[in-house]
């Protein structure tokens, strides 16, 4: 490859073989975007969103043209089946609480009155499976930096296909038998999604070429997109639940025998176990190592550095308030997020009874899915536009669901005492799910990949999630001993605590290329971090605690640095739709993994 770059401010380009200093997606005539003026900087952010949005909506229509479905096939290659770990782990975690409600109405002896089953072992399959999360996410955490992105997700597909098949099979000799090893199983099948979380969130944040223009411009698309699987796979589970309740039952309003129940359970593990298979094959045999690839040489340069705990001894001392960030906001972002689907039976019956079906339950949690999934894919599209960006995205979303829920708190006589009141709350509690989406469930899985080198994004992200996963285990057994009432009072807390972390110990990456990031890392590890100068500490993308107590902006002179050459995209030829197809999938030809 020929190498001939200018190495003043304005490098000229002259071929794809050549590497950039100062890529136009970042530097507007040699000036950090973030440098610009204000006034400047607007109209230069909002130009480059308008000429990117319209370049990619020409290359959809000019792909739509020549084949209309190869928009969907490049869609489904490049992000469905990036997210298809979320998507499954989705699909079982979800259908915990909406199988317990068809336990509640078919084995009432066991799942109710606790008379023919231990209480403490059915109150168990509500959070052994969280438990089992926590676990993986920590393990292969910390295995994904060491043997790589791809051994990472082989192993979760392999456990999360034995631990479906258990929850398929799951039996005993007496009914209380049969729950314990329901539990157990649960807590198999939460070690693989444990380890699909920091798999697939380093993965999806390494899948453009670090410093390319895709990865400065949609690598947060790129990772909320494959995250918005994790909504689908709700959608899938209720839509499973519902066709198997009306095959094996006759009808979905009721009674519901031992056969049928444990029939519909059955057959909607036994759906996703084939598609975990399928999974866990792709992974071992058909899916390109993109990501092991790249992660060779920040491998090599952490050997150098004296190995895996060295590195993460340097993770610990110059990143600890960045874990901080991510591992507290993640916490409270699922104190909310599983806290609301924890107390969503209660909320379904104040609207609609206490006596409600099983369907009618499904139903209503179906439009809560739904709604939930406009959120997802707003974050997802709006995530990588640098005056709005992660930060700001997670702190809203924080602020808006404290607010939604304190005034059910405040007023929920008013809301609960009337059909008006009634239906207030009911926009309330939807209109919290849009925000959670829209908000802090797409960030924290973002940036606990983003802000961390490669070389630790996998512990990092792992360690994060685990705190998180401790805030959904926490309102899961809490919310067994308070009254409905006080859970909003209790949930409303975490989204104000979660703003306030985010604001600041969450730093914002929106636009920092990632290429900047392992030249920071790479002089750390030298025991030289002071010499870097780079965008990387631009106060930009630094947090509040970094810039007002650390002073790391301090380092940002940009003429003192001597940044990396950074690749440019690969470029299409021959024909416009060749050429459209390739912007359409943002250069990445057929790397698209699991």
Known sequence: MSLSVQTSDHAVLTSCDQLQIRPSESYAEGVYWADLPAAERTRWMLQQQWEEESKEAAAVWTVFKQDPLEPFVIF????VISGLGIFTAGYVLFSISNIHILFDQAYGPCWQTFTQCSEVWTQTTDYFQVVGIILGQLTVGFLGDWLGRRWGMIQDAVVMLMGTIML?????????????MYAVSQLVFGFGVGGEYPMTGAQAAEKEVPGSKADVLHRGRNVALAFTMQGWGQLANLGVLMVGLLAFNSKGSGPYSHGAAGATYRFSFVCIAILIAWMAYYRTWRMQPVAGSKMKPVKQAGKEAGGEAASFKLLVTHFWHRLIGTSV???????????????????????????????TNWLWNLLNVGVALVGYHAAAFSIDWKWW?????QAAGFLACFVLFLVP?????????????G?????????????????????????????????????A?????????LGALTPTILFNYISDRTKFWVVCWAGLIGCVVTLVFVPDATGLSMLEQEQQWDLIQQ??????????????HLSLFEKAVLKRHHQYRLQADVPMATPCDSVCTNTDVQQASCTLQDQTGNSSTV
């Open 76 to 79: 489904w290659k490049r992000y």
């Open 168 to 180: 398929a099979a799951a039996t005993g000799t007496t009914t209380n038998g049969w729950v314990i």
């Open 423 to 459: 239906k207030v709350f009911q926009f309330i509690y939807f209109f919290s799910s849009f925000w959670n989406q829209f908000g802090p469930n797409c960030t924290t899985f973002l940036v606990a990949a983003e802000v961390y080198p490669s070389g630790v994004r996998s512990r």
């Open 527 to 540: 025991g030289r971090a002071e010499d870097y100068h780079g965008v990387a500490v631009h106060p930009r």
């Open 389 to 393: 960006g992660r930060k700001r995205m």
């Open 461 to 469: 992200h792992g360690i994060s999630a685990a705190v998180g996963k």
């Open 329 to 359: 906001s993640w916490y409270c972002n699922d104190f909310l997020f599983y806290g609301n689907a924890t107390f969503r039976n209660s909320f379904i019956s104040i609207l609609v009874g206490p006596n409600t079906s099983v369907m």
């Open 409 to 421: 708190a405040c007023l929920w006589d008013s809301l609960t005492g009337s059909k008006t009141g």
